[in-house]
Structures are given as structure tokens and as C-alpha cells.
């Protein structure tokens, strides 16, 4: 399933794919966290992990090096600097109750892990990371759900 999201802070209105066009001065956590639910097929309110079976990754449309994947309870994303992430990824998951970043490869990706939390939550981080990736005022996401290990 793909989703993909451009917005102009309009009321969003969902199916399989989803127009708003996203601008940083009123694009919302809460889209983000709306996003996940529907892709992980849940409610924001929900606890991760949840359907571990499912990998949920938001990318930008025009620039997809630029993307986060959820599944369970881990969250990749695109880090392109070949410094090690720890200020940066204290400065930008330090607003969830417990993490740990468990995994990097210089100018590829970073791993982090967390406890059980709500999707809103969890969106406020996704929500972070965008705009720490975008140096533009306006971008749009697209969300793409997989799955893997289904029995």
C-alpha cells in the first residue's frame, strides 16, 4: 500500500492515498501520526510495538534518500553524515521516554530502539527528523507499508 501526502494544512481525508501538501509552518505531528496508524492499519492512539509483521516508511517524494521506517519497535532513518549520530539523535528522540541507538553505517542509516510507546509520540519524532531534513518550506511524504516475516 502506498500513501502518499502533500498538504496545505487542510482537514486530511484518507484512503489508499492521501493528498495534503505539506508545509513545515503548518504541516502537523498529527498527520504524521495518522499516517503510521494507517499504514500500520491501528489507531494514533495505539501502543508500539504493534503488528511487527508490517514496516511502515515515510520518504520524501522528491528526495527518497531522505525516509524513516517503523516496524516494532525500531525506527531507521537516513543519515547521511559519516560523524557518529549520538548528539544528533539525542538532540531529536530525546522526546521519547526510553531509546537506544543501536546501530549506524556512516552516510547510510541509523537504528534506534524503543520501549513501548504511542504512535502520537512516536510521530513528534518522525515529525523532528523531517524537518531537520528539509531546508526547504514545503515537501511532500509519501508511505509506503511492507511487510515481512509473515508466517
Not at 29 to 46: E, F, G, P, R, V
Not at 87 to 111: H, M
Request: glycine share 4%.
Amino acid at each position: 500500500m502506498w500513501i502518499l501526502i502533500t498538504t496545505s494544512g487542510n482537514k486530511p481525508t484518507y484512503g489508499h492515498v492521501v493528498q495534503l501538501i505539506v508545509r513545515l509552518f503548518s504541516m502537523h505531528q498529527k498527520h504524521i501520526a495518522q499516517l503510521i496508524a494507517t499504514a500500520l492499519q491501528c489507531s494514533t492512539d495505539d501502543l508500539l510495538p504493534l503488528n511487527p509483521h508490517l514496516i511502515a516508511t515515510l520518504s520524501d517524494a522528491v528526495s527518497p534518500e531522505q525516509w524513516v521506517s517503523v516496524y516494532g519497535n525500531t525506527l531507521d532513518f537516513s543519515y547521511t553524515s559519516y560523524e557518529p549520530p549520538y548528539t544528533y539523535a539525542q538532540k531529536i528522540f530525546s522526546v521519547l521516554p526510553s531509546w537506544q541507538l543501536v546501530d549506524w553505517s556512516p552516510g547510510r542509516l541509523a537504528t534506534i530502539e524503543f520501549d513501548g510507546v504511542e504512535i502520537q509520540k512516536l510521530s513528534e519524532v518522525i515529525f523532528l527528523l523531517f524537518n531537520e531534513m528539509h531546508e526547504e518550506l514545503e515537501y511532500s511524504l509519501i508511505c509506503r507499508t511492507t511487510s515481512f516475516g509473515a508466517a
